[in-house]
């Protein structure tokens, strides 16, 4: 696998890692609190962590997924990105 396409993997590992994790905490900081802005929080972070694991899976699933399908669910699920920037907005938004 080429140098590029290694830390493609590495880096969406780490984005799906780090933001599971951090909605993972944020679902739990909502269940104590019940604040509307930790469910929304949680939202977002679960965004960036589906992306990253789309990114991720990209290249395990070449064999098995026609390459077409697989670009453009890549290339398409920027738009979690933009949900969870928005996600991230609305909380700081929010009374």
Do not use: C, K, N
């Not at 909605?23 to 739990?28: A, K, P």
């Not at 920037?85 to 700081?92: E, G, K, P, V």
């Amino acid at each position: 696998m080429p140098l590029a396409q290694l830390l493609e993997q590495y880096v969406s590992l780490g984005i799906f890692l780090v933001a599971a994790a951090l909605s993972t905490l944020s679902y739990l900081a909502w269940r104590r609190e019940r604040d509307r802005r930790m469910g929304i929080v949680t939202a977002g972070y679960a965004m960036f962590a589906l992306y990253g694991l789309i990114v991720f899976l990209e290249y395990p699933l070449l064999p098995y997924v026609p390459y077409a399908t697989l670009e453009l669910l890549e290339h398409g699920s920027a738009v979690l990105i933009l949900g969870g920037l928005i996600a991230f907005f609305l909380a700081l938004t929010r009374d």
